[in-house]
């Protein structure tokens, strides 16, 4: 529908932006996380965008707003449980609490 519509449109006349945003954390998280990439305890760092139909979700619950922007995603794949710990140890130290914005998935 036209939620849908507003969304790409904004998504397209800002994507320039958003992919150097993703280049510049992909370079700060390969950076923050140098030791466990050199040891092989980093399997793999993904960034991505949250999906469409998750901002049109976040557009509904605040619908006298302005089209919401797309979160960037990191994804980090560790070797083991320790590891993965560890480094979101790191992330929550240098990252404030942000409540529906920051999400783990170490135990499911």
Same mark, same amino acid.
């Given at each position: 529908?036209?939620?849908?519509?507003? %969304?790409?449109?904004?998504? /397209?006349?800002?994507?320039?932006?958003? /992919?150097?945003? %993703?280049?510049? %954390?992909? /370079?700060?998280?390969?950076?923050?996380?140098?030791?466990?990439?050199?040891?092989? +305890?980093?399997?793999?760092?993904?960034?991505?965008?949250?999906?469409?139909?998750?901002?049109?979700? !976040? *557009?509904?619950? !605040?619908?006298?707003?302005?089209?919401?922007?797309?979160?960037?995603?990191?994804?980090?794949?560790? +070797?083991? !449980?320790?590891?993965? *710990?560890?480094?979101?140890?790191?992330?929550?130290?240098?990252?404030?609490?942000?409540?529906?914005?920051?999400?783990?998935?170490?135990? +499911?």
């Amino acid at each position: 529908g036209y939620a849908y519509e507003v %969304l790409t449109e904004v998504n /397209q006349q800002t994507v320039i932006a958003r /992919q150097r945003n %993703l280049r510049y %954390l992909e /370079q700060y998280f390969g950076t923050l996380l140098i030791d466990y990439r050199d040891d092989g +305890s980093i399997r793999d760092i993904e960034l991505a965008e949250e999906p469409v139909h998750t901002q049109l979700r !976040r *557009w509904a619950t !605040r619908p006298n707003t302005v089209p919401p922007l797309p979160i960037p995603r990191v994804k980090v794949v560790t +070797s083991d !449980r320790d590891t993965c *710990w560890k480094i979101l140890g790191k992330i929550h130290a240098l990252l404030p609490p942000m409540p529906y914005k920051l999400r783990d998935y170490v135990s +499911s």
